[in-house]
């Protein structure tokens, strides 16, 4: 049977199906949906002509060959050969919570900036000890090179990276190796080159707004249709392309006064579809409110999140580990409205067993009281995402500099073992395992001019308001930017860095091996500082984290504990007597006793 071609354009007097040139009349449906069968069965390349304006593409095209001006083509997603037919989800049909995420990005990851090209790295995230790969969003944008999150067909996978069959071969792949699949979509906002769904409907609102421009219409007239686009959308990630979970861009940008949030009614949604299919199917959301209601489930008032992305945690290990206070950082340096009497570690420790300072505290970036306490009672550790490094807080900084840039090995490898071994999902960044050189910079390939030259100009602008001059900042357009930012796997072989390679893979199997270092519950985490001496050790029932901050080796006193045994440790083997641990300086060992 021939299927129909279809779209909603609800205050159009006529709509027309572009075939190489020849406009056919498309029939009125109920709903503002109109449709036209093609005469023959196949693939096709077509455009939508509304109200006789210039032909634009599908706003569900599932394939655009010719990027995101060019004709949508038809894709027959059914058609794939999977070989996943034992796949239960992630670990075997525990889910996503409390595994091991890894996050990359399709462009750099390897040279070829492709699916193949990233296959080909999967056996070394099996042998890291990855549960879960997380690839940026694959979206089509405009240009071949982007971070993605200026998508605008999140229908369509971006034709570069080798286009929807490509992808659903890289999720093949990685079922394949027992890894499940974490997609990274934007609902928040649509980008500038390419947008055209304002030809076709109220797709958004003046009356919310955002960083990126007009917000979405998820509340107002003709709202129905357009929360369905995005709906319908998610699902389609789960059944045609078989991934595992989503990771949801900026959720505090989908602004809905709806009586029921889209948030939830996807979640319920996804749920069903979960259950249709006898697998987990998880949604992750990055959010900036510092609100346990993201992950509360539906039924109790929530938004249904499985899980969220947490940067107090992030930013906590950061101010540890580089003591840099700018921006957002100052709060987590102690001192402000936030904590006066806190201090770097003393605030660390707050947030490895909270996950929240902002917990309805003063946030001085934001100028007002921010977030709301986690019940460790009733909520897991598992539900929240923690890492030291994401394309977030290494991209957005002026050089895309990796912490290791900033640090010793030795400060790495403490935050590491936090993370790592934390109540905590936690999430390793491309390269970040093996200390990698390369920096992970803003970058974008704009053909137009205009926007182009607006990119630069704004990263100047953000950037001169803390002492760097244009020349200092990598132009986003420039190729080399791009080409900078691309893994060297060579690396991972060579000195000073297959050490820290090395120091992963022990930490992750250390996690998986020990009941009480992989466990969320967040009453079961204690953790002891001394600010002034630079030590702090973070328990976890029978598995002890312990770290020295100082340059200078020190015994860390473990107060009566009884070691077993040193599960892993990063410098020299440490020296465990009755008066404690004696570490290098910017050292971590973790123990385990009896």
């Not at 249709?225 to 505090?252: C, E, K, T």
């Not at 200078?552 to 008066?579: F, H, I, N, T, Y």
Request: overall charge negative; aromatic content about 10%.
């Amino acid at each position: 049977m021939i299927s129909p071609v279809r779209v909603w354009a609800p205050d159009a007097q006529v709509v027309e199906c572009v075939v190489e040139g020849d406009r056919h009349a498309m029939s009125a449906e109920e709903g503002g949906w109109w449709s036209w069968t093609p005469a023959c069965d196949g693939p096709i390349d077509y455009l939508f002509a509304v109200d006789a304006r210039d032909p634009v593409p599908d706003p569900r095209s599932p394939w655009l060959p010719h990027g995101v001006h060019g004709p949508t083509r038809t894709f027959d997603a059914g058609a794939f050969a999977w070989s996943d037919g034992d796949w239960r989800g992630a670990r075997g049909g525990e889910g996503t919570l409390g595994a091991v995420f890894y996050e990359l990005h399709v462009g750099t990851f390897t040279r070829a900036g492709t699916f193949a090209g990233a296959a080909a790295g999967l056996d070394h995230l099996v042998e890291l000890g990855v549960d879960v790969v997380e690839v940026m969003p694959v979206a089509a944008f405009g240009g071949p090179h982007g971070w993605g999150y200026d998508g605008v067909q999140p229908y369509a996978v971006h034709q570069p990276y080798g286009g929807p069959e490509a992808f659903q071969e890289f999720v093949d792949a990685c079922h394949s190796r027992g890894l499940a699949v974490c997609l990274d979509v934007v609902y928040n906002h649509v980008g500038p080159v390419g947008n055209y769904l304002q030809a076709f409907g109220p797709y958004f609102t003046d009356r919310h707004s955002t960083p990126w421009g007009p917000a979405l219409n998820f509340d107002g007239p003709g709202s129905d249709q357009v929360r369905r686009w995005v709906i319908d959308n998610a699902l389609r990630w789960f059944r045609d392309f078989h991934v595992d979970a989503l990771r949801l861009d900026a959720v505090h940008a989908l602004h809905d006064d709806s009586p029921r949030h889209i948030l939830a009614e996807l979640s319920d949604e996804t749920a069903s579809v979960s259950a249709q299919l006898g697998r987990p199917l998880e949604l992750i959301a990055e959010s900036d409110l510092n609100d346990p209601v993201m992950v509360r489930p539906t039924a109790q008032g929530g938004r249904g999140m499985t899980a969220q992305w947490d940067d107090d945690i992030h930013h906590a290990l950061h101010v540890a580990l580089t003591r840099e206070r700018q921006g957002y950082y100052a709060d987590f340096a102690g001192g402000t409205e936030a904590w006066p009497e806190g201090t770097p570690l003393r605030i660390l420790a707050k947030t490895l067993t909270d996950a929240f300072l902002h917990d309805g505290r003063m946030s001085t970036f934001r100028g007002k009281a921010w977030g709301a306490p986690v019940d460790q009672k009733t909520t897991s550790g598992h539900r929240f995402v923690a890492y030291l490094q994401n394309h977030d807080q290494i991209g957005n900084r002026a050089l895309g500099d990796r912490i290791n840039e900033t640090v010793s090995p030795g400060q790495q490898a403490i935050g590491a073992a936090l993370y790592l071994l934390s109540p905590y999902t936690p999430m390793v960044f491309m390269g970040e395992e093996w200390r990698a050189s390369t920096p992970f910079q803003f970058f974008t390939s704009f053909d137009d001019q205009w926007l182009a030259d607006a990119v630069r100009k704004g990263r100047r602008e953000e950037f001169a308001a803390h002492g760097w001059t244009a020349e200092d900042l990598p132009d986003p357009q420039d190729p080399a930017t791009r080409s900078a930012s691309v893994l060297d796997w060579t690396q991972i072989t060579k000195p000073g860095h297959t050490e820290m390679l090395d120091f992963y893979q022990e930490l992750i199997k250390t996690r998986r091996g020990e009941p009480d270092a992989r466990s969320g519950d967040l009453r079961a985490t204690e953790v002891d500082v001394d600010e002034a001496d630079g030590w702090l050790i973070m328990h976890r029932g029978h598995v002890h984290v312990v770290c020295n901050f100082r340059p200078r080796s020190q015994v860390v006193p473990l107060k009566g504990l009884m070691v077993d045994r040193v599960l892993v440790s990063w410098g020299r083997a440490p020296v465990v007597d009755e008066s404690g641990v004696w570490l290098d300086g910017h050292d971590v060992a973790v123990l385990r006793t009896r």
